[in-house]
């Protein structure tokens, strides 16, 4: 399934992700449904055709977030780079 397609789907469910900036790292909050979303939506875009995916609580997909969220995410797959 692709990333959009994910998206419409968990939107629909009415559950919500907090992704915010703790002191020295950033937290990833959310219910069981919440993480299983993130997860797929990770190998959804490992597979896409875009190499880079982005949701932002204060733009695209900002539906899938809590109130409390702070940050966003890109997921950005790249090339596996060859040894020399």
Known sequence: MMPDKLC???AVS???ITILEKD???LIEGTKESLMFLSK???AQSKANDVGFHLSPFGA???LFSKK???G???HRIKKHRKE
């Open 73 to 75: 995410i890109y997921i």
């Open 14 to 16: 009415g559950e919500k």
């Open 41 to 43: 939506l990770i190998a």
């Open 69 to 71: 969220s702070t940050k």
């Open 61 to 63: 997909g900002c539906q």
């Open 24 to 26: 020295d790292f950033v």
């Open 8 to 10: 419409l789907q968990f």
